[in-house]
């Protein structure tokens, strides 16, 4: 009895190790919290220059959002912006870029910048700018203009996925937020200026240049 009793207890121990040390074990509720931001059939609950943005299928993973051409240069920045607000929440996305050129970007907190095509706010960057790489990084797009926090590089060039699809996870509460690529943090930043909204449109970027085309799926959003 003594040697069955210890058995138990040494496979009971070793199965609670395992589960603790396998990621697969924990749980994540953000599919079953989140709402989709494309309904995958048209864009519904976005605003912007449908010559610029259009749907596409994606192989056999769905459909995307297409922003650019690849039979033009692109003359400015475009956005397509969601028309709703959003202040705390967590966003999971997808993105790829195709193409001569090396910049796109997903905003967020951000808004319309009157006149213009531009759009004010934070930025989840994806590609290249500056001559080095800038994907997970914190960029503010026509307020401030400046990088606010980058990833370490070398990190940064062994987790992108140059001819394939990234994973970004964007997460902001209050004055905090954080930045996520290929489920590595790149991004820890803290707000300190209270005249910084915090709240704000999500909004797709293809960047002014030459031919390309920045391919977004699988949006998501949590709201807390």
Known sequence: MMILWRITAILVCFSVSAWAEDPVAVVDDFESESLPLFDGESLAGWEGNAYWFRIEEDDLNGDAIVAGRLDEKIPHNEFLCTTQNYENFELRYEVKLVGEGKNAGVQFRS??????????????????????????????????????????????????????????????????????????????????????????????????????EAWYRNLRVRQF
């Open 111 to 212: 808004k319309r910048v009157s006149g213009t095509t531009e759009v004010s706010g934070y930025q989840a960057d994806a590609g290249e700018a500056w001559d080095r790489p800038v994907w997970g990084a914190l960029y503010d797009e026509s307020r401030r203009r400046k990088m606010l926090a980058e990833g370490d590089k070398e990190s940064v060039v062994k987790l992108v996925r140059r001819d394939g699809w990234n994973a970004m996870r964007v997460v902001c509460r209050d004055k905090h937020i954080e930045i996520y690529l290929n489920g590595e943090k790149t991004i820890d930043y803290t707000e300190d200026d209270d005249s910084i909204p915090t709240f704000g449109v999500i909004g797709l970027q293809i960047h002014s240049g030459p031919p390309t």
